[in-house]
């Protein structure tokens, strides 16, 4: 470590005592997420407990170029935590207060190590909740600042449908308000979307103002089997354009389903099968779902279910909330990498499609998909044994033209799970040269320095 | 005009012809919007046919610092298109292509000239609608630049929710699409919603790409009365709360009422008034109008009305759609000055009460109240005899207070008209002078020799 790292390491002991640490074990801890990228350890680990403690790490940080990394539960899937320039991991999982909640506003603010979990377990007798459900126990402030979705986005959005505001670290050490709690306003450039998504490079999140949703009366669920995705995809769409208002949407193909019955001892249908959910009232969610079910028998559904019962609900749902262990389990000792490209749906069969007959054509091993169908955003995951360099370079080659397809297709490189480190060459394809200049300027703009989470999103 | 302003006039004329002028009716017609701000023509008007030409004039004008104001139909009411530097308006109300629909997707992609009613008349046999409606028939692409919202905010959002991708014109000349036309994304910064009210001071929107949405089978309209507007906010709080889903919620005040009574010779009960809307199936809206008129008439609201009859819907809105007039007409040779804040609901009571006391104290002229209630949105709408300094001190003293009072309870100073010239010196307050600065270290970014809509948004 060279004079100017033991310098700013003994500045944040300074300020932190035993909460800045060198440990190795708790650096190697913080320099992984939940991907394939290799770990690699900051320098020094803060677990800071204010956004003021954030903000004063910052201008340490920036007065020497230490990079800065803020890590949340470490859920995320594109390397965004990995620090591969060292420098210090700002540990936001000790925040954990909800700071204020407002029944009549049906919002709240919490800092940024609260999970989601814990939120909703915090909401539960108030009547409200809050829906994004990126499926891991992510903390709100990681959600935030990976634009995080998943099963309910079609219907209750993204994180930048429901963060009102934020409250940011700059790396200057400024503390920024993004937003009023105000539901709307035309004040100025959109700070608050600018760091939803931004993945560390500009700022630390340090609290998050959130939009709130009313439980409704009633939730029903559903469920029906194609014997072709294409079908699946027709009900979905024609669906859409009927008005009907899914809470939830998801698909599982048939290798999928196959998986879920060898790993649950289940004997589930083995074809492409459409998840539903429905929010309303009672009478609501049992006509939207009627509705449904006239439209997936004329495109070909069958093995058609419907509950609005809870424990039957639950039962309906469960071979989707296993797709991920089931997944794992088909090919032990190995790992399972997730694509995350999104396309217009007119597009999504025809991508689909493709993609599988590449992939049949080169591919000699497990690997099964999942789609938020609604959203028109699928996951081809693989399963690789990461010893095998061959598996490596086939599935390199399917991913890279996996994206430029979709990208033909009018679609994004990633519906869900950020650039991060593994799609950083892909952002210029998707944006064009200019356009991702535009991003850097503005990152150079924020973080002149480049000392927060260097190396992500751009590829300098 | 220096000769560097007739050099740059002269290379313009060379790329436009005809449609580069300079005549002065048409200057002074595009340096006004329909505000009291003073007109403020440019020195010369570009009527461009193609994003290529906006970039053209983009990198011709750039080159000589000169200024650059987008105009698009003029319906602004802050000051946006006033031109208070001189300079090119680009008038982009001859690009009026809609130049690619999907009904599968539900998305559409418009050049920025093309108007709201434009767009929905090309829509109605579709089953599809473009929901955002200020009240003005403005263009896409203006309602872009400023975040328009309106009547239908509180069910279907601002344009933030409903544009997935823009093409913009930058200062440079480039031309960038800000995202694809998936539905969701996390690939880097979010440009559309940096690009969405950032009123022309980064960039030339020249393309709009639309979320669109699917008519439901029936709708339906609904009004009722209230002795006091704080009963009506407790009505809507707690509809809201139970997960009523309104189309449109709207308050007018008992003068606003009365007003509308003078003007069109009706005799509606002169009490604040509710009017709703509902989209769903047939019995959808019925039920969940139905759960409304119970919640209204626990907090006192009387004189309950509700039809799923179109011509009784139109009839019983068509006081609100008369109240723009109706408030005009309330003191002619005046004119109409909206305020703009935006408040948490649990703040609305008490702004709108403490607001009316301070102008009862101290404004002796007519003045009335529209609020967009689902959203904490109200306009107080003044009266004012424009050559009467007293009203206009009276006028500035009041408002001033509103935006600190606005600001004090966690609100925005503008809802949905934006900064333009009007709110200048609100920004720092609204977000710390912190904020402010980073919104302008973006905007030095993007447009380094602050060609874009100089003066507006900022002060410098």
């Known amino acids: 470590m060279n004079r100017l790292a033991k310098n700013v390491i003994d500045q944040l002991s300074r300020l932190l005592g035993k909460r ?9 801890q913080h320099g992984r997420d939940e991907s394939r990228h290799e770990v690699a350890p900051p320098d020094v680990v803060c677990f800071v407990h204010s956004p003021e403690e954030v903000a004063a790490v910052l201008k340490i940080c920036n007065r020497a170029s230490f990079p800065v990394v803020p890590f949340g539960a470490g859920t995320n899937v594109e390397g965004q935590v990995c620090a591969i320039r060292g420098g210090a991991s700002i540990d936001m999982s000790e925040m954990t ?99 939803i998504g931004s993945e560390g490079t500009l700022g630390v999140i340090t609290e998050v103002t959130l939009r709130l949703h009313g439980r409704t009366e009633a939730v029903s669920a559903a469920r029906v089997c194609f014997s072709d995705i294409a079908e699946a995809i027709e ?44 929010h309303g009232s009672a009478s609501g969610v049992a006509e939207q779902a009627g509705l449904f079910g006239v439209i997936a028998a004329e495109f070909g559904g069958s093995d058609w279910q419907w509950t609005a019962n809870e424990n039957e609900r639950r039962q309906m749902w469960s071979a989707r909330h296993h797709a991920a262990f089931a997944t794992r389990a088909a090919r032990p000792g190995c790992i399972a990498v997730a694509t995350d490209v999104c396309v217009p749906l ?21 690997f099964m998909l999942t789609a938020h169908i609604g959203d028109g955003n699928f996951h081809y995951v693989f399963l690789i044994d990461p010893d ?54 503005i990152k150079s703009a924020i973080d002149p320095n480049n000392i927060m989470n260097p190396g992500k999103i751009f590829e300098n």
């Open 388 to 441: 095998s360099e061959a598996e490596w370079s086939t599935y390199n080659a399917l991913y890279e033209r996996l994206v430029d397809r979709a990208l033909g297709m009018s679609g994004t490189c990633t519906g869900e799970h950020g650039i991060g480190l593994g799609k950083r060459k892909y952002l210029p394809r998707e944006f064009g040269e200019s356009g991702a200049a535009l991003m850097r300027a």
């Open 97 to 195: 207060a909800i700071t204020r909640f407002s029944q009549a506003d049906m919002d709240c603010t919490v800092q940024a190590g609260v999970t989601r979990e814990q939120l909703n377990d915090y909401l539960r007798d108030t009547g409200l909740f809050f829906p994004i459900d990126p499926g891991a126990n992510a903390t709100i402030g990681g959600m935030a600042a990976t634009n995080a979705s998943g099963t309910t986005t079609v219907a209750y959005g993204s994180m930048k449908e429901n963060v009102l505001a934020l409250r940011v670290a700059l790396p200057s050490g400024e503390l920024i308000n993004t937003a009023s709690r105000a539901r709307k306003s035309s004040a100025g450039y959109d700070l608050t979307r600018l760091f």
């Open 235 to 278: 009900t979905v769409t024609s669906a859409m354009q009927s008005g009907i208002r899914f809470a939830r949407i998801e698909l599982l193909d048939a290798t999928q389903i196959r998986a879920i019955n060898r790993y649950s001892k289940t004997d589930y249908l083995e074809q492409a099968t459409l998840f539903l959910e429905f």
């Open 346 to 366: 007119s597009h999504l069969a025809e991508c689909i499609a493709r993609t599988r007959e590449d992939i049949e054509t080169h591919w000699r091993w497990p």
């Open 20 to 28: 800045c640490t060198a440990n190795r074990v708790v650096c190697e």
